[in-house]
């Protein structure tokens, strides 16, 4: 699965892309926000307020509730501000 | 049409190549979004706009379709740039053109307030006390949201 | 700022001097009504506009002042040709400057609503059953009148 | 007085414009309007249907009713149709 990240939520990581394993027990947004809230303080830092974090499985928004599936491209980020 | 870009846009030959050669065209609206020298009280020195390639595209292209279905429009027009702008450059240029005025207008106002809350773009100014990204506004949700009730009827 | 005249005009030139060199400039919002091929059903090989001199020039400045009244605009441009004109033609531009979007949009609308029901010109086609006057449209009496209830309240 | 006639109006009558001294009786636009119809069967022609004129005194909308003098410039014509 390749996660990604923009904005301050990449810069708090500090990563703008990774690809890791579908972890155990991870089947929808919502699991991996959690376990990516333990990979690390920054981690814990970037994500911890779910509700300035937008959340797009397969270039698509999706919710906490969306399943999520080895393979899948997940991107994380803070609301946008174009235009 | 729709484009994401670094460069720089022509307002005039982007209008040209909207209207092309269709004299059915009676009305045209276009929206041009500016980099300005102060937001939220602080000055700003320059901007960088990062964007998420390939979901950029599909959000504006779904867009604009949406525009299209709405509205009895000959053609729309959104670019959209990125990278690093200075106060007084484009940003976003939307054009929608059709018979009448009301469809045009009311297309141009919709494409604007849907990309503003739905194309993943992010902005970053440099202010005098460093840089920082720009929060979202609530009111750009709420515009977003209007379109969302009843239309008000088109008369051609 | 309003001009009346037979020549064509520079959308972007107009564009360029409306937002000048002010970085406050967030927001640009551009009318521009074209001749169309054909109207009501029949088809147009050309138009000639005749207007009131003096009291046209008067009704745009009074119009652009009411705009400018009303929302918190840095700029705005009213030009509308007379004369012979033919399908594809520019008629009439209208360009609003805000900081923010909603005021140039609405301004815009407002424009190009009031200066259609208000200034004194009239349209005269060339069809092939021979030339007729534009009749006036119920609609665009009533696009007029929507300005003159509540506005919706400006966020900025 | 000067009159001025514009658009089907104008084509009617058959002028542009023309300069008459203020008629006896005449001191509202719609007076004005009544003594035109009978100056010939052009005016009464183009005049007939008051919902389709309109009139401005000094380059400002009229309605029927607004007083009218010698010296004021009274211009009759359809409704506009620019933009």
Known sequence: ????????????????????????????????????????????????????????VNEE?????????????VALFPPVTGG | M??????????????????GTDRSVGAVTVFIGLVRDINGGESIADMTLEHYPGMTEKMLARIEAEAMSRWPLSASLI????????????????????????????ASEFLVDWLKAKAPFWKRETTPEGARWVAARDNDAAAADRWTGEPRPIVV
Chains 1, 4 share one sequence.
């Open chain 1, 1 to 56: 699965m390749k996660i990604l990240y923009f904005a301050w939520i990449r810069s708090r990581i500090g990563l703008s892309e990774e690809t890791v394993d579908l972890p155990d027990g991870v089947s929808k947004a919502g699991e991996l926000l959690d376990w990516l809230r333990g990979r690390g303080p920054e981690y814990a830092d970037a994500l911890r307020d779910a509700s300035v974090v937008r959340i797009a």
């Open chain 1, 61 to 73: 928004y999706a919710s906490l509730d969306a399943p999520v599936a080895a393979g899948d491209e």
């Open chain 2, 2 to 19: 729709i484009r994401i870009q670094k460069e720089d846009f022509d307002v005039a030959a982007e209008i040209a190549s909207v209207v």
């Open chain 2, 79 to 106: 670019i959209h740039r990125y990278g690093h702008l200075q106060p007084g450059d484009r940003i976003v240029l939307v054009i929608s053109a059709s018979a009448h005025r009301q469809a045009a207008f009311e």
